[in-house]
T-cell receptor
């Protein structure tokens, strides 16, 4: 079983819609959770971190964490074509950062 | 804060040659990680350092791979006798760690290796 699981997509949404990305993890001892955006051929860029249960909002992005369900999600409101990228979920277990394989998002103008 | 920097950005080599990548982390970060990423996959852990100590190395990592962080600042990743399967993006990242707190992980721009 992989440490971090994501739906690889592709996920397509129209411009202005809400994009919803999901992630599950296997280690109940995981302490912190991250979302990265990665454009093709580029390195991952941190967009959100979340450390406790509940929601965390930053501009158009909202991260949601449910430790009981071992579930992390990212909502992107008012999606823009520039949001088209692969979104990586990452989990820290204290020492290691584990990454999912990413969800490819396309925002259609 | 100049971010994480990696050099070279691109490297093309012939099979059997040795290659070395360098990473300069964010100055106040004490942990440095190396990852490998191939197309369609997430970053795969290779090894990490806390200051100059190499604390963990992936069991999947061939003994052709070696990494150092001699003074707890920059790090090098060397691949000996390269194979075509080594072609990938090699990512360096750094974070700050203190006790129970692990800060966010920031990546460099990566070093893309092509083995012919």
């Amino acid at each position: 079983q992989k440490e971090v699981e994501q739906n690889s997509g592709p996920l397509s949404v129209p411009e202005g819609a809400i994009a919803s990305l999901n992630c599950t993890y296997s280690d109940r001892g995981s302490q912190s959770f991250f979302w990265y955006r990665q454009y093709s051929g580029k390195s991952p860029e941190l967009i959100m971190s979340i450390y406790s249960n509940g929601d965390k909002e930053d501009g158009r992005f909202t991260a949601q964490l449910n430790k009981a369900s071992q579930y992390v999600s990212l909502l992107i409101r008012d999606s823009q074509p520039s949001d088209s990228a692969t979104y990586l979920c990452a989990v820290n277990t204290g020492n290691q950062f584990y990454f999912g394989t990413g969800t490819s998002l396309t925002v259609i103008p | 804060d100049t971010g994480v920097s990696q050099d070279p950005r691109h490297k093309i080599t012939k099979r059997g040659q040795n290659v070395t990548f360098r990473c300069d982390p964010i100055s106040e970060h004490n942990r440095l990680y190396w990852y490998r990423q191939t197309l369609g996959q997430g970053p795969e852990f290779l090894t990490y350092f806390q200051n100059e100590a190499q604390l963990e190395k992936s069991r999947l990592l061939s003994d052709r791979f070696s990494a150092e962080r001699p003074k707890g600042s920059f790090s090098t990743l060397e691949i000996q006798r390269t194979e075509q399967g080594d072609s990938a993006m090699y990512l360096c990242a750094s974070s700050f760690w203190r006790g129970a707190y692990t800060g966010e992980l920031f990546f460099g721009e990566g070093s893309r290796l092509t083995v012919l």
